[in-house]
Each structure stands twice: as C-alpha cells, then as structure tokens.
C-alpha cells in the first residue's frame, strides 16, 4: 500500500511539474483570411492544429527552452534573431505575413505545438538536420510544406505543394477548395492520399520503384489513360479539372476514396 501511495504522489508530482513547465505565446491575427504563417527551424515533431479562433497560440511542451537559475535578470541571446516570446522563439508581423522561428539549436531538444486559426495559409521548410515530423490538421487554407521526414495533413481542403526527402506523405481532404494546381512529391516514401469521391481533377502519377492503388474507378480508363514513361501516368478523374501532381521516387502511391 505504501509503494501505491508513494508511486501515485511520484505521479501527482510529475503531473505537476509538467503543467509548469508548460508555456504558451500567443500572436493575434487581425485578418487570418489574408495572412499567411510562416514557420521556420523547428526541430522534433510538429503537431500543428487549426481552429476558429484569431490568435496563434504556441506552446512550449518540453520545458528545456526556460533559463537556468543563474540567467535570471539576463536575456538569452541566440545566433538566429532574439527570443522575443520568453520560449525560445522570435515572432515577427510584417504586412500580411507572419514569420515564426525557432531559435532553439537542432541538437538541443525542444517541443513545441500550435493552435493556429484555421483559414491562415501556411509555408514551412524544415532540413534533414531537424528530425521533424509534420503533422496539420483542420487547415482550410493554402499549405505549401518542405521537409525532410513524414509529413501528415488531416482535414485539410488546400491548394498544396508538398515535398520530402525522406519521409512518407499522408493526406486526407475533407474537400477541395480551390482549382489552383497541387503538387505532392516525395524522393523515399510512400504517398497515401484520401479524395472526396467526387473530386474533378486531372491527375499526374509518377514513380520509378513502386506501384500505384486504388480503389477509385479505373476500369473505363483505357481510352483516357495515357502511359508517358514507365510508371508515370495521366487520368481525369470525375471528368477532370484542377492539376493534381503526385510523384514519388521510391515509394508507392496509394489513391483512396473518401466518403464525399
């Protein structure tokens, strides 16, 4: 019983340093249609989530961005810009653009996470040096996302222009907002990629060591299918619109349909 107690008050402590640890920086955004977010240098994974709010809201989750005891009355001082947020990170407004960067080295290890209004368009470019998986959910804006490792968008509508080096791309639409032309590429890794049923778009398909799937309705396909090279191919789906490119190297392409 003793051991119980001990672990469960072990827990509560823990709990509780974690809740303190925690920190928040908050940017308003005063016309979040206009504006476009974008992020910079962010290390480790990436969770970044829309809602139907005016504020950018980061939070510090892994403590290591606070000060030692002996800084206390100094400012950290960083080789990428100040740390003008109190969590290692510097935010900058200019016209419609807001510029988010994290000051933190690569090799020290730094967690973060957003909530950001859901109608801002996004541009992040993350290197091979930054282990940092992208995951966006709930975004109803453009993305235009470079990173090394996986990136993971769920109920998203677009435009997009993806890019990995070397991680798998995973996307599932809520629906499609606009016709300006998608692009999504990927040198190692998989694409798996979820459609409304009915999405009317002219598709590009390309990879050099893998396969195509899916469960959309290729069976009339022979006349309006073309072959351009060994694996790339071209489709109207649903009788065809926007441009969809979809190309990865070495990896599969997985085309699913959803339920709209």
Do not use: W
């Amino acid at each position: 019983m003793k051991h119980i107690k001990a672990i469960l008050i072990l827990a509560a402590i823990m709990i509780s340093s974690g809740n303190i640890s925690a920190q928040e920086y908050k940017v308003t955004v005063q016309n979040s249609k206009e504006t476009k977010l974008i992020i910079r240098d962010f290390s480790n994974d990436l969770p970044i989530e829309g809602y139907n709010g005016n504020e950018i809201i980061i939070t510090s989750i892994s403590g290591e961005t606070a000060p030692p005891e002996k800084a206390k009355g100094l400012k950290a001082i960083y080789p990428g810009g100040s740390d003008n947020s109190g969590i290692g990170v510097n935010a900058e407004k200019s016209g419609n653009n807001i510029t988010i960067t994290c000051l933190v080295p690569f090799t020290r290890h730094a967690e973060y996470k957003m909530k950001i209004p859901d109608n801002l368009a996004i541009q992040l470019e993350s290197g091979c040096e930054r282990s940092s998986d992208i995951t966006i959910s709930n975004m109803k804006n453009e993305l235009d996302i470079q990173n090394c490792h996986d990136i993971t968008l769920k109920g998203v509508t677009g435009p997009l222009v993806l890019s990995s080096i070397a991680g798998d791309i995973n996307v599932d639409f809520s629906s499609i907002a606009s016709d300006k032309p998608f692009s999504v590429n990927s040198v190692s890794g998989d694409i798996d990629i979820t459609l409304p049923a009915k999405t009317a778009t002219n598709l590009e398909l390309g990879t050099i060591n893998g396969n195509f799937y899916s469960d959309f309705d290729f069976s009339n396909s022979e006349k309006e299918l073309k072959k351009v090279g060994g694996s790339q191919m071209k489709f109207a789906l649903n009788g065809g619109g926007f441009k969809f490119s979809i190309v990865t190297v070495n990896g599969n392409i997985f085309l699913r349909k959803g339920n709209q």
